[in-house]
């Protein structure tokens, strides 16, 4: 099994992986296969483009602007280059116009209010996550139709994909991935090829990277921390009300003006440590909640643990330098990539263990690598921080990435650190195995009830104040 850093990782906007990038990446799948079909055989001068969005992208669509992500998929536009400006003009002219003109395309006919339908029915059965777009002949007939599932960290599968897939199994997948040289699909996996070549995790994962074609790997590692540190930068500058009407404020400019002011007046208490470690992971949060450019990390829902456990490594850590830093991106990713492929890092299918458990069991693994931990201790980490998320339910009110999201990844944040500090005083010998924590986060999530999985119709979501 291999699953690259940079899909681990992917720059995009806010405020949700699996509603926003997804559906985005999506939409855009689809434009290129109408582009093949009409290439292939006559199409008439206009086409009329609909979609539908069913099960967890219906119930906290608005809220995630899942329907604007849709818009501007079909308009063009890709979540990891998006220009906000470029993106409101192009808005703005399909109000005007009601349709948008492609090369290699008829003119496509589309009024988001009349041709997107929110459908509160049953998902559909492959995953929560599901959308169907289509394009129609002005007479009514579909020229296609196409299913798409949006699977978590802005992976996208089509139906086809998705029933292969599975059909296939995760022996099978990893499997077809033994090209790589150290493709492991489980963490007894990856410890067994590390003890055997005496490598290191993210020592395995360069290897892999390397074997799959990544040319300036370190450069490209440097580029993905120099994201999520910009993103940090400008949560900690933001001021204001975050979008959507729940009146959330941001508070990471503030906390963090008072941290400096604290900083060498002799008036911090030892757990003042913790507030920087939130603060990193808020400001980002309150970023992703705006719409602004994060990195999936590996959901934007959870987009601020490893990075505030990144900031917290290099500005408070004795030792640190950018190796470690590509040391620990590295191991994160190699964390997150068993994870997604032996459970799921999406709060849709399992609740918000999938999603912030997940980034802090990430965390908690590069944090351990980039100070020195073997690959027992690191693993170690994984499933300290893991375990302590189990349960952990997906209930943001009015379907908004904001309450309780924005605190919860400060949380995760904390909880990283201490679970790395937790096994860097063991030897790495422990009851329970990061594979077994992993399996019990899937089970969880398939006996979790659907009111817990990102639909806001259960927890937190319906327990809010009324005032």
Known sequence: ????????????????????????????RFLGELRDIVARSPAPAQLVAQASLHGSL???????????????????????TLEPDEAERAEAALRESGGVA??????????????????????????????????????GATLLSRTYFSVGGGFVLSAEEIEAERARGPRAAATAQSAHPYAFATAADMLAMGARSGLSIAGMKRANEIAAGAADLDARLD???????????????????????????????????????????NIQQPHVVNDWIAVYAMAVNEENAAGGRVVTAPTNGAAGVVPAVIRYYRDHCIGADA?????????????????????????????????????????????????????????????????????MTCDPANG???????????????????????????????????????ETM?????????????????GLAVNLPEC
């Open 1 to 28: 099994m291999f699953l690259s850093t940079f899909e681990i990782f992917k720059i995009g906007v806010g405020p949700s992986s699996s509603h926003t990038i997804g559906p985005m990446v999506a939409a855009a």
């Open 58 to 80: 219906a119930f906290t669509g608005r809220g995630h602007k899942t329907d604007r992500a849709v818009v501007l998929g079909l308009l063009g536009f890709s979540p990891d």
């Open 400 to 438: 908004l990435v904001q309450v309780p999201c924005i605190e919860r990844n400060g949380l995760g944040a904390i909880k990283a650190v201490s679970a790395a500090s937790l096994a860097l005083r063991g030897d790495g010998r422990h009851f329970m195995p990061l594979d077994n924590c992993i």
């Open 323 to 391: 190796a470690g830093i590509r040391t620990f991106l590295l191991t994160a990713a190699a964390i997150g990539g068993l994870i997604k492929h032996n459970a799921s890092i999406s709060g849709a299918e399992v609740g918000c263990q999938g999603e912030v458990g997940s980034a802090s069991a990430m965390a908690a693994a590069g944090l351990s690598a980039a100070l020195g931990g073997t690959n027992e201790q690191i693993e170690n980490a994984a499933e300290i921080a893991l375990e302590h998320h189990l349960g």
């Open 102 to 139: 492609h090369a290699g395309l008829p003119w496509l006919s589309f009024q988001p209010d009349r041709d997107i339908r929110f459908d509160y029915g049953p998902p559909l059965p492959a995953h929560p996550n599901g959308l169907v777009l289509g394009a129609l002949t002005p007479d």
């Open 442 to 458: 899937r089970q969880t999530g398939l006996d979790m009830n659907l009111k817990y999985k990102e639909t806001s119709t259960g």
């Open 223 to 265: 580029r993905l921390w120099a994201a999520m540190d910009a993103c940090i930068a400008r949560g900690l500058r933001q001021e204001g009300v975050l979008p959507g009407g729940l009146q959330v404020r941001r508070r990471a400019p503030h906390i963090h003006r008072q941290l400096l002011a604290e900083r060498g007046a």
